[in-house]
């Protein structure tokens, strides 16, 4: 009676916000489906828990926080009048950058404060009838600690950013979800507790088996830990969930697995929800609302598709263009696709063609001349070019015999001269730990003015070809060759020339620079090493360095610590820079920024290329910069180049399974509801 | 993993049994000259070298001293013609209770009061215990002695027995009451270096994310501590504990001087007063014995301790 009851309602729901909102149609039927596996399963262990546990909201709204105002203890606001209400079985989305106070009041719904914040003023009250803890309503933030522990866990549950730092390393996995269970005396006893582990994990999709729950989170994927945090929330069946930018760091179809884990969760329990994010992509595959907050103010609110398609305020519109889209018609940071769909056509078309797309950096091209020389040099356009992957392990021997490398594509002038004859080509590199192989027969060419975007999940074996390109792992056998000469393996080994030519950007740019040097030092180091320069010379470099990747030669004093990740990582491009290098890797150089500063990187480094011509290998796992990066596309897996050829060409029509997985589970704005 | 760590335990006792044979080798002046004195004649010393062994090429009589370490039999003492075990099993055991007191007494102590300075973090209570193990810490051990001897002992209020009585034929352990200032010399030696370690690792690991998550899932402050926090910083404390430890074996030297405490320590005087070159190169190896358990222990501990690395080791 009960159940069926429950049925009805979550069908209604999904009717009706099937009704107001056109969501995509595969996305549907998926969810969908989805919830009906659930549903059967729950029905199958019927028996083990009693459905009677299963708490229905009966309220409108869970929690409402008003005026809420934070600060530094003694200084300046982080949040500043922060009002919202989250209502069970809708999920909230608070979206900005990083420092723009979301997870501060996030975690201010459950009355914890970080240390050095003080609260100023506000309430967050929690409605009568949403928790089973507290038939009252209450304002969380004049309860004692006993009380809030009471609530922490059982009523308001928390989804940590970083699975790998918030599960504990030292107790296994069961044990982690249940002794939430312990500490809020959900159950009547042992038994039933554990049925509830067991069952919480075949709700996140993991298997709940006891071998299973006696695992140590380092056994886990980051995609399988994140769903551990996930049932340790959903656990005590909360009334409210606040999910702290679950999925940074998973690629994307584990991301996709995570978002339909918690939205079907959510949903399916009545649970509010409020998701905080950077990446409006995700907003629009879970969010019902949307609060856009810019400095510790919420600037924008509304239903989320809504504001995704008519955004008002002028910051949400920048987050809606650091979107990268699939698509690549839509315009990222600034500046249009590389590699856009085929009806569209390439940028750098410019040189022949009307101009009537031209985005705002194009404009800067002209005033260059060597970065408008380049650009129409590269006036082959990437969507004439067939299919390339001669050399490379392709498993589709028609592919193989007919096609030329993309570079030796219908040239027009001299830039082409230089794509023919690659800057840097890889020949059959390969390489083993033992029994496992890394590399296994690796061929690519690096032309200039071109970026090949390397595609693989961890483990792919994409870091060790890009870092023995870059002479940083010397283990590999093969060859890569430098403008046609075979490099030595390890970077001592080549001469400096050859060092200088190929430069290497690290993923972190919080480690990477030496926090106790200037960026001055620390751009310097690389001109060191050649003792060519005065002193003088060098840092005059240094700030011409600074000057390309648009930082301006005032942050030559400056420490790291001074800066945002995104100037870090500028700071970082600047360094490979100072040397003029004739290929740029960059590992994953992008993945650890916000998706708004992500746009800018990508920005810089396609101006970059027009600017200086460089060649380029772009490694990531986010498959959806394609477009805008790249002009070639290599897709790895177990070490082994399972696709490579021009963006456009792999981009529709997918020949592996794994490109095809990535591709479907991208997050689109399209998909809001 | 465990069986690695043990294999260059050994290989390290290899190493320093060379060395000590070596260095004691350079000891100035001729043991058998030593022994008998300026007066003795050169028959009487070259019977006493030809019964010491030390004719013998320096392979042979390394390789008869490894292989009488090896079996237990630490050799003949030079000053006195007895056996080297006999000479040194009371000494050795006097020093080992000594040791195990204040360890047994220092280890909790360091770890609760770190533990207790972390989570109070920056408060009065922490700011004077982080001054006071500060000040402890700067302090030579000979310094701690002689003030805790004026206070308790002479000066200020008398107490306790200042020197070790050992009668012949008793231990020390029989008067408990002449224990207390080695002890307390040797806990306020090493708790402070301890205090500090654990503070340091605590507030790093009450800083984690782990440790927020287990608050914000609503745990018992105890079980946050106890459950979440400790196992993480077990790991590095141990590796202080274990130097802590072997210090103790090498500082209970001075102590044990200070005290007339008749351990290992007097023992080690001695024997370099008379030229006893067999006992030296039997204390070194003792001391350099504990110093290699010690650590070997604490890397255990940590591998215990860290899930990744125990699972490792097991595959």
């Known amino acids: 009676m009960r159940r069926s009851e429950q049925r009805a309602r979550a069908a209604a729901r999904a009717n009706a916000s099937g009704a107001n909102a056109p969501r995509n149609a595969p996305k549907a039927t998926g969810r969908g489906s989805d919830r009906a596996t659930a549903g059967r399963r729950a029905d199958d262990r019927g028996g083990v828990v009693p459905r009677a546990v299963v708490p229905r909201a009966s309220v409108d709204t869970a929690i409402t926080v008003s ?18 209400r989250l209502h069970p079985g809708r999920i909230l989305a608070l979206v900005g950058e990083s420092g723009s106070g979301k997870t501060t009041a996030a975690l201010a719904c459950m009355n914890h404060l ?17 928790s089973r803890f507290h038939p009252e309503a209450v304002d969380l933030l004049t309860l004692t600690e006993r009380g809030t522990r009471g609530l922490r866990g059982g009523t308001i549950a928390y989804v940590p950013q970083d699975p790998a730092l918030s599960l504990n390393g030292s107790l296994r996995v069961g044990e982690q979800i249940a002794e939430v269970l312990r500490a809020h005396e959900f159950g009547r006893d042992a038994r039933e507790r554990d049925a509830r582990v067991a069952e919480v994990l075949t709700e996140v999709g993991l298997p709940s088996d006891r071998a299973y729950q006696r695992r140590f989170p ?5 995609g399988q830990q994140q769903r551990i945090g996930i049932a340790m929330a959903f656990a005590c069946r909360p009334a409210v969930i606040i999910l702290d930018e679950p999925t940074t760091g998973l690629d994307v179809a584990t991301q996709d697995l995570v978002l339909k884990t918690v939205y079907e969760l959510t949903t399916k329990h009545d649970v509010a929800g409020l998701y905080i994010t950077h990446d409006l992509a995700v907003v629009a595959q879970v969010a019902d609302d949307v609060a856009v907050m810019l400095r510790g103010t919420i600037v924008e609110r509304g239903a989320a598709w809504d504001v995704l398609h008519h955004p008002e305020h002028p910051y949400t519109r920048t987050l809606l263009d650091a979107v990268p889209d699939m698509a690549g018609a839509r315009e990222m940071g600034g500046g249009p696709a590389v590699a856009p769909v085929h009806s569209v056509r390439a940028p750098w078309d410019d040189g022949r063609g009307g101009d009537d797309d031209a985005g705002p950096s194009r404009s800067r091209d002209a005033s260059t001349p060597r970065g408008g020389e380049a650009a129409r040099g590269r006036g082959s356009g990437v969507v004439v070019e067939p299919r390339a992957g001669t050399e490379a392990g392709g498993s589709d021997p028609s592919r193989d015999a007919s096609e030329v490398p993309a570079a030796s594509g219908p040239g027009t002038a001299g830039g082409d001269r230089a794509s023919v004859e690659p800057v840097v080509a890889v020949r059959e590199l390969w390489m083993a730990y033992g029994p496992a192989v890394i590399l296994d027969g690796i061929s690519m060419d690096l032309p200039a003015g071109r970026t ?5 999940e961890s483990g792919s074996g994409k870091t ?3 870092r023995s390109v870059a002479g940083l792992n010397d283990r590999y056998t093969g060859q890569v060759l430098l403008d046609g000469h075979v490099l030595a393996p390890g970077t001592r080994q080549r001469t400096r020339e050859q060092r200088q030519r190929i430069q290497y950007v690290f993923q972190s740019p919080f480690s990477s620079l030496n926090p106790r040097r200037s960026i001055g030092d620390s751009l310097q180091v690389p001109l060191e090493m050649n003792g060519e320069l005065s002193r003088a010379q060098r840092r005059a470099a240094v700030a011409d360095a600074l000057d390309a990747v648009r930082l301006g030669r005032s942050y030559i004093d400056r420490r790291p610590g001074d800066l945002s990740g995104g100037e870090r990582q500028r700071a970082a491009v600047a360094r490979a820079l100072v040397n003029a290098p004739s290929l740029l890797v960059c590992d994953e150089i992008t993945s650890a920024l916000d998706v708004s500063v992500q746009a800018s990187v990508i920005e810089l480094l396609r101006e970059l290329q027009r600017e200086r011509g460089l060649a380029m290998l772009f490694v990531t796992h986010n498959i959806a910069l394609a477009r805008h990066i790249s002009h070639r596309l290599a897709v790895l897996e177990h070490g082994k180049l399972v ?10 029509d997918p020949r592996h399974e794994y490109t095809r997985s990535l591709l479907e589970h991208v997050p689109t704005l399209e998909s809001a509801g | 993993m465990i069986l690695k760590r043990l294999g260059i335990s050994v290989f390290v006792l290899l190493a320093v049994s060379l060395l000590v044979f070596f260095f004691t080798l350079l000891l100035p002046g001729d043991p058998a000259q030593a022994i008998l004195g300026q007066q003795a004649t050169p028959e009487r010393l070259a019977a006493l070298r030809e019964q010491l062994d030390l004719n013998a090429p320096w392979y042979e009589r390394y390789l008869s001293w490894l292989g009488g370490l090896l079996v237990g039999d630490l050799g003949t003492s030079a000053a006195t013609g007895g056996s080297v075990n006999a000479l040194l099993a009371s000494k050795v055991s006097a020093s080992v209770v000594l040791m195990a007191i204040a360890a047994v007494i220092a280890i909790p102590v360091g770890l609760l009061l770190g533990t207790w300075s972390a989570m109070r973090r920056g408060r009065a209570a922490d700011q004077g215990l982080t001054g006071i193990s500060l000040v402890l810490a700067a302090l030579p051990e000979f310094v701690i002695g002689v003030a805790l001897t004026t206070l308790l002992s002479t000066t200020v209020f008398r107490l306790l027995p200042s020197v070790t009585m050992a009668a012949p034929g008793t231990r020390v352990w029989d008067y408990p009451l002449q224990l207390i200032l080695p002890t307390l010399t040797l806990i306020l030696v090493v708790v402070p270096y301890m205090i500090r370690m654990t503070r340091t690792t605590m507030a790093d690991v009450l800083d984690s994310g782990y440790v927020e998550m287990a608050r914000l899932k609503g745990l018992p402050e105890r079980q946050v501590i106890f459950k979440h926090a400790l196992p993480h910083a077990i790991g590095p404390v141990a590796q202080v504990i274990a130097m802590q430890l072997a210090w103790l074996a090498g500082g209970i030297v001075v102590v044990e001087f200070l005290f007339r405490y008749p351990g290992l320590g007097q023992a080690m005087v ?15 190896m003792i001391i350099a014995a504990f110093y290699v358990i010690v650590n070997l222990l604490a890397d255990v501990v940590g591998i215990l301790a860290n899930p990744k690395l125990r699972t490792e080791s097991r595959s």
């Open chain 1, 67 to 84: 005026h809420l105002s934070v600060g530094v203890a003694g200084g300046e606001l982080i949040l500043d009048d922060v009002s919202f």
């Open chain 1, 114 to 130: 970080r240390a050095g914040l003080e609260l100023r003023r506000g309430t967050v009250e929690l409605h009568a009838g949403a």
């Open chain 1, 218 to 222: 380092h056994e886990l994927s980051g």
């Open chain 1, 452 to 456: 090949t975007m390397l595609l693989g």
């Open chain 1, 464 to 466: 060790t070809l890009s």
């Open chain 1, 643 to 652: 696709e490579y050829g021009p963006t456009d060409t792999v981009l529709r």
């Open chain 2, 270 to 284: 001695d024997a370099v007063n008379t030229r006893d070159v067999q006992v030296v190169q039997a204390l070194s």
